[in-house]
C-alpha cells in the first residue's frame, strides 16, 4: 500500500526566509511523486514533479524538492519565502491513483 | 480558457435530496478523477475513468454515482444526501503516458449538507 505523510500540519515562516516542508513516502517501487499547492478557495495546483531522473527538480514559484530514496523523502524548499507563498502544500505519491498527504498549512509573516 | 471546470462551486442542500456536480476539462485528457476533500483538507481519490471506464472506485458508498457520457466529462450524481456528505469535492484530469503524470484540478464544489 502506498502512503504519503507529512509531518508538520503547520509551519510558520517570516517573509524572506528560507523553506523547508517535509514529506516521506512509503512506496514498494520507483515512486511517482508531487508537490501541490492549494491557496485558499482554490484548486490545487502542480509546484513540480518527480519521476526519474534529477534528484533535485526545480517547479514554479522558485520551489525546488529533492527526492532521497535512502530517506524515502521528497521535501519541498524555497530559499527565500513571499507572502504569496502561504498557502496549503500537498505532497502526493502515485501513478492514476494519487494518494494525498494531510497537507502543510504554511502561514508567512511580514 | 478554464481547463477543468465544475459546477456549481457552491451547493448547499437539505439532507436527503439528490443533486449532482458536473465536470468538464477542455486539454483532451483521457482519465479524469473525482476527489473527496473533508474539513481537515484530507484528499481523498473517489472514482477515476479513462476514456469513459471506470478503473477506480474506492471504497465509496453506492449513493455515489459518477457518470461519464464522453472523455470530457465526468459528473458526479449524490442521491440521498447525508450531512457527512459537506466537503469540498474536486474533479481532475490527466493526460495519457507511460509515466506518470500530473492530475489538473478544478476549483473544486463546496458542498454543505443541511
Known amino acids: 500500500a502506498q502512503s504519503v505523510t507529512q509531518p508538520d500540519i503547520h509551519i510558520t515562516v517570516s517573509e524572506g526566509a528560507s523553506l523547508e516542508l517535509r514529506c516521506n513516502y512509503s512506496?514498494?517501487?520507483?515512486?511517482?511523486l508531487f508537490w501541490y499547492v492549494q491557496s485558499p478557495g482554490q484548486g490545487l495546483q502542480l509546484l513540480l514533479k518527480?519521476?526519474?531522473?534529477?534528484?533535485l527538480v526545480q517547479g514554479i514559484k522558485g520551489f525546488e524538492a529533492e527526492f532521497k530514496r535512502s530517506q524515502s523523502s521528497f521535501n519541498l524548499r524555497k530559499p527565500s519565502v513571499h507572502w504569496s507563498d502561504a498557502a496549503e502544500y500537498f505532497c502526493a505519491l502515485g501513478y492514476q491513483k494519487v494518494t494525498f498527504g494531510i497537507g502543510t498549512k504554511l502561514q508567512v509573516i511580514p | 480558457d478554464t481547463a477543468v471546470s465544475q459546477t456549481p462551486k457552491y451547493l448547499v442542500t437539505q439532507m436527503g435530496n439528490d443533486k449532482s456536480i458536473k465536470c468538464e476539462q477542455n486539454l483532451g485528457h483521457d482519465t479524469m478523477y473525482w476527489y473527496k476533500q473533508d474539513s481537515k483538507k484530507f484528499l481523498k481519490i473517489m472514482f477515476s475513468?479513462?476514456?469513459?471506464?471506470?478503473?477506480i472506485n474506492e471504497t465509496v458508498p453506492n449513493r455515489f454515482s459518477p457518470k461519464s457520457p464522453d472523455k470530457a466529462h465526468l459528473n458526479l450524481h449524490i442521491n440521498s444526501l447525508e450531512l457527512g456528505d459537506s466537503a469540498v469535492y474536486f474533479c481532475a484530469s490527466s493526460p495519457p503516458g507511460a509515466g506518470g503524470t500530473e492530475a489538473f484540478f478544478g476549483q473544486g464544489t463546496r458542498l454543505t449538507v443541511v
Open positions: 475513468y479513462n476514456n469513459k471506464e471506470l478503473i
Open positions: 512506496y514498494g517501487a520507483t515512486p511517482y
Open positions: 518527480y519521476f526519474s531522473g534529477d534528484t
